[in-house]
């Protein structure tokens, strides 16, 4: 009997190389001593989706180290999210500024 060949490649598959993950970026967002701190914990649960509790964390760690990753992401998306944050800040007249890095591995 003459099976109809099937393999990875008649059913469209694509090889190891293609289906490699894409990059990751984290958002990272600074310290500056003139936003205020309701303003930035506005930002993580607007932006970031966090919750109260935990947005509070995050600005205060921000705060105390100067810096906190607040996510990770594909870089379009990682983009996007730094661009609302400056947008947001920018527009109220904060200093407030956010910049993203690349995952190692
Ligand atoms: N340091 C600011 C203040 O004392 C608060 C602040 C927290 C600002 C986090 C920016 O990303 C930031 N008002």
């Known amino acids: 009997m003459n099976?109809?060949?099937?393999?990875?490649?008649?059913?469209?598959?694509?090889?190891k190389t293609q289906t490699k993950?894409?990059?990751l970026y984290k958002v990272v967002l600074l310290n500056d001593d003139y936003t205020p701190m309701d303003f930035v914990v506005l930002i993580?649960?607007?932006i970031f989706n966090f919750d109260d509790l935990l947005a509070h964390n995050i600005m205060m760690k921000i705060?105390?180290?100067?810096?906190?990753?607040?996510g990770i992401f594909v870089k379009e998306i990682?983009?996007?999210?730094?661009?609302?944050v400056n947008n947001l800040a920018q527009t109220n007249?904060?200093?407030?500024?956010?910049?993203i890095e690349p995952c190692e591995e």
């Open 93 to 99: 007249e904060h200093p407030l500024k956010s910049i």
């Open 63 to 70: 705060h105390n180290e100067g810096r906190a990753d607040c």
């Open 21 to 23: 993950k894409p990059p």
């Open 44 to 46: 993580l649960k607007k």
């Open 3 to 15: 099976l109809p060949q099937v393999n990875s490649e008649s059913l469209g598959l694509k090889d």
């Open 78 to 84: 990682a983009e996007t999210k730094s661009f609302e």
